[in-house]
């Protein structure tokens, strides 16, 4: 009778725990720049002085290539610099764009979440487009192979 207590008892803590089906909070906050593939400002006028009225949001599920001195190579910052400038055209181009925002990031300074372009999550655009990888926190695959 304990271990099916127990293990009624753990089931809310599975479903809460799985990090492939993430809660968001939906907003119509204007994006400011783009960071790269995975990553975009935007205005934050909520926040308290003295900090700066922009938070980044991390699209969460995937990895997008490194540009510049962050990539481990020249085809992965090719790559990078091909996945930025997807992400800046699609919102560039799209006639409504909303943030959805899940958590905070691990590193502080930034949310995790994605960008709801017309309707559409810009996470699935990344990985459709072939710009992205799936990425929930485990070891990342090189872009340099």
Known sequence: MKKILLVLAMIPLVA???????????????????????TVGFRADFLPEPLKKELLVRIYGVDTPEKGWRAQCDKESTQGLVASKFTQDTIKQAG???????????????VLGDVIVDGKSLRQLLIEHGYAREYFGDKKQSWCK
Do not use: C, H, L, N
Not at 16 to 31: Q, V
Not at 32 to 38: K, M, S
């Open 16 to 38: 809460f725990a799985s990090p492939r089906e993430p809660k968001f909070k939906i907003y119509d906050f204007p994006i400011t720049r783009v960071i790269d593939g995975d």
């Open 96 to 110: 409504q764009v909303r943030i959805a925002i899940m958590t905070w990031d691990k590193y502080g300074g930034r």
